[in-house]
Each structure stands twice: as structure tokens, then as C-alpha cells.
């Protein structure tokens, strides 16, 4: 059994990891930004286990994160999955919706690592979330290419000072059934149809990504694109 933290895990990718792992009888702490409802879906993901634990946290304000985390660990492995959609054209720039949204990935991701660095096992590992904006940019996402694209570097900075720990981070593409592409089948149809698979991600085909890059020892520094193949 080992001990997780899932931050952002109460809905879509999150939320589906909680559940595997518990599933697979790991201890899991999830979070999300309303205590109330972090509580409800450790419930309904614990389906009665005991060791499946919800707590409020944001990481746009990333100056409480520590207090929030206070009492978490010991800790195998921290994953953070946690985002706010965001599309914010420069054409209408909205400063403060690019402020919440790079503090929360950039400084709130890395002050959730910080927080919980000395309780992390020196065998655990650090999964972080960016996705394939990083590279393939669309009108509106100005931001979240750049702060997916920061993921990218902080694999690196972040493995390098939490050492021996891993760090690794997963970029999906469109992940098809996460509850943020509901009611959009148009689009998806049309990136699926552009996808050398034939096939869009899945949250379990992000699940399985997630908890390879968990558990492999020799698997460190790694940037993992899990969209079907198409960039
Ligand atoms: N879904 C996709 O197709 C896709 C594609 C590319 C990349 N990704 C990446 O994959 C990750 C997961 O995506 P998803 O679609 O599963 O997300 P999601 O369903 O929107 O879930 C987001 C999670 O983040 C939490 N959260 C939101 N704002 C927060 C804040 N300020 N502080 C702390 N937690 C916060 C939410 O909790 P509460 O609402 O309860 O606060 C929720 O648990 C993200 O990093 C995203 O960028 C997803």
C-alpha cells in the first residue's frame, strides 16, 4: 500500500486516478478547492474505505498551501493534476484570468512540492500535469501553452533538487471522456479523425500513463505525451 496525494482530485483525471488507486488499495488524500465537496467525492470514491481523505486547497493562493497541506504524509507519491480552464485571447486579454491561471500551474504546482518535500519518500515520485498546448497552440491559449510549457521545465529544476525523489509529468491531448469535453462530440470528432490512432485518450489511458510513471524506478525527467500521436 502507498501513500498518495492527488491535488485536484475531485473531478476528471484526478477524480479517476482516486479511484484506481484506491481501488488497488492505496492510501489516497485528494483535494479540491471547497472542503465540503473534496470530503463527498473522497466518499463516493472510497465507496466506504477508510483510507481515502478529502481536503480544501488552492493553489492560486499559493502563500496557504503549506498550511493546507500541514499534517499530509508521510507521502509516496504527489501527483497534481489540478487546472482551471482557461481561454484568454489577446485580442480581449484578460491580465488577472492570465495571473490566477500562471500562478496556479507555475508557482501553486511548485509550492505544493515544496510543502509536502520533506514528508515524500526518497523512493516516491512527483507526477505533474501540462498537456499538448505546450506545443500545438490555438487562438485563446496564449497562457496555458506557456504555463503547460513550464511544466516542461520544472520536470527538470524540480528533479534535480528533489533528488533522489522522481519527477516526471504527463501532457494528454484531448482526453475524450473527461467531464470538460462533455457535449463538444463536434470537436472531438474532429481531432479524432486527425489522430494517427483512430482514437482519442481516455482517463484510463491517462490513469495507466500516470501509474507508470509512479511506479517505474528507473523512469525520472520524463516529459510524456499521451495523445494517440498527434502533435
Ligand atoms: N481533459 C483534457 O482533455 C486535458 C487535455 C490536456 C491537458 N489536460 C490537463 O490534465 C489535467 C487534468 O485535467 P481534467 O480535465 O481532468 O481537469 P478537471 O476535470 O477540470 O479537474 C480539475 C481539478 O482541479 C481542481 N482545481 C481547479 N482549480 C483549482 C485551484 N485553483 N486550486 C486547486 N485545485 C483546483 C478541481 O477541483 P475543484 O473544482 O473541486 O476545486 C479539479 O479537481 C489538467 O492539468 C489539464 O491541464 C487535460
Redesign the pocket.
Known amino acids: 500500500m502507498a501513500n498518495i496525494v492527488?491535488?485536484?482530485?475531485?473531478?476528471?483525471?484526478?477524480?479517476?486516478l482516486a479511484g484506481h488507486l484506491v481501488g488497488q488499495g492505496d492510501s489516497v488524500v485528494?483535494?479540491?478547492?471547497?472542503a465540503e465537496?473534496?470530503r463527498q467525492?473522497a466518499r463516493e470514491v472510497g465507496k466506504g474505505r477508510h483510507h481515502v481523505r478529502g481536503i480544501?486547497?488552492?493553489?492560486?493562493?499559493p502563500h496557504e498551501i503549506a498550511r493546507a497541506l500541514s499534517g499530509t504524509g508521510p507521502v509516496d507519491h504527489l501527483v497534481?493534476?489540478?487546472?482551471?480552464?482557461d481561454v484568454n485571447s489577446v485580442r480581449d486579454y484578460s491580465v488577472d484570468r492570465a495571473v490566477?491561471l500562471a500562478t496556479?500551474?507555475v508557482v501553486?504546482y511548485t509550492a505544493a512540492v515544496a510543502a509536502l518535500r520533506e514528508v515524500l519518500a526518497p523512493t516516491g515520485s512527483v507526477v505533474?500535469?501540462?498537456?499538448?498546448?505546450k506545443d500545438a497552440p490555438y487562438p485563446g491559449s496564449t497562457t496555458?501553452t506557456a504555463?503547460?510549457g513550464a511544466?516542461v521545465s520544472m520536470v527538470r529544476t524540480l528533479s534535480t533538487e528533489l533528488a533522489p525523489v522522481r519527477v516526471n509529468a504527463?501532457?494528454?491531448?484531448?482526453?475524450?471522456d473527461?467531464?470538460?469535453?462533455s457535449g463538444q462530440a463536434d470537436v472531438l470528432e474532429s481531432v479524432r479523425s486527425r489522430t494517427p490512432t483512430g482514437r482519442?485518450?481516455t482517463?484510463a489511458d491517462?490513469v495507466g500513463a500516470t501509474v507508470f510513471l509512479m511506479h517505474n524506478p528507473a523512469v525520472n525527467r520524463v516529459n510524456l505525451t499521451v495523445?494517440g500521436g498527434m502533435v
Open positions: 492527488i491535488i485536484g482530485g475531485t473531478s476528471g483525471i484526478g477524480r479517476e485528494l483535494t479540491g478547492r471547497d465537496r473534496a467525492v480544501a486547497l488552492d493553489l492560486a493562493e497534481i493534476t489540478a487546472v482551471e480552464r490566477r496556479l500551474k501553486g505533474l500535469f501540462g498537456g499538448v498546448a496555458v504555463v503547460n511544466v504527463v501532457h494528454p491531448g484531448i482526453v475524450s473527461t467531464p470538460s469535453w482519442l485518450a482517463m491517462i495523445d
